[in-house]
C-alpha cells in the first residue's frame, strides 16, 4: 500500500511537472506595449555625434555616410601606408 501511494504520488508530480510548461503566453512581437523601432536615417534630432553632413530624415545622404564611412573609414586596406 505504501508503494502504491509513493507511485501515485510520484506519477502526479511528474504530471503536475510536464504540463506547467503548457502555460506559457505567447510572445508576440505585434502585441499591446511594443514600441516599434522607426527607420535609421530619420535620426534621434540632434546630437553632437552626428556626423557633418548628414540631414537627418534624408535617405540618400544617410546611405551616402555609410558608404563612405566604409570604404575610407572602415577598410583597412586604404588606410594602410605603404
Known amino acids: 500500500m505504501m508503494i502504491h501511494r509513493l507511485t501515485l504520488s510520484t506519477a502526479i508530480a511528474a504530471a503536475l511537472l ?3 510548461a503548457c502555460g506559457d503566453k505567447p510572445q508576440e512581437m505585434t502585441g499591446a506595449g511594443v514600441k ?5 536615417f530619420q535620426g534621434v534630432g540632434s546630437s553632437q555625434y552626428a556626423q557633418s553632413g548628414w540631414k537627418p530624415g534624408d535617405k540618400t545622404s544617410w546611405e551616402q555616410q555609410l558608404k563612405s564611412r566604409a570604404q575610407y573609414g572602415q577598410n583597412d586596406y586604404t588606410r594602410m601606408t605603404k
Open 18 to 20: 510536464a504540463l506547467s
Open 36 to 40: 516599434q523601432d522607426g527607420a535609421s
